[in-house]
């Protein structure tokens, strides 16, 4: 069972494989070190919530990295933050 979020799922690595990408690069956007993510269903918190944020056009996120990649313009590392949060996750530096 996934620590993080108790959603049941077994396997971390095999949700890291399935949904998400593993390249990432500063340059695509700005990169966040997300601490407590363990599954898929935590990607999926974290990205919908960011995704949210004004201004966010892409999120991409490396669960074995612990980082996330934002996209976009506009938004500010607060609310990037404040976002992390709301999906029960810490934000732990910018990259």
């Known amino acids: 069972m996934c620590t993080a979020c108790a959603c049941g799922t077994e396997s971390a690595q095999a949700a890291a494989t399935a949904e998400t990408s593993a390249e990432t ?31 966010v056009t892409g999120v991409v996120v490396d669960l074995p990295a612990g980082a996330v990649t934002v996209s976009g313009a506009g938004f500010t590392d607060e609310e990037i933050r404040a976002a992390v949060e709301q999906a029960g996750y810490q934000l732990t530096s910018r990259s």
């Open 25 to 55: 690069n500063a340059a695509d956007g700005a990169v966040y070190s997300v601490s407590g993510m363990t599954c898929g269903h935590c990607v999926s918190s974290v990205s919908g919530e960011i995704g949210r944020v004004g201004g």
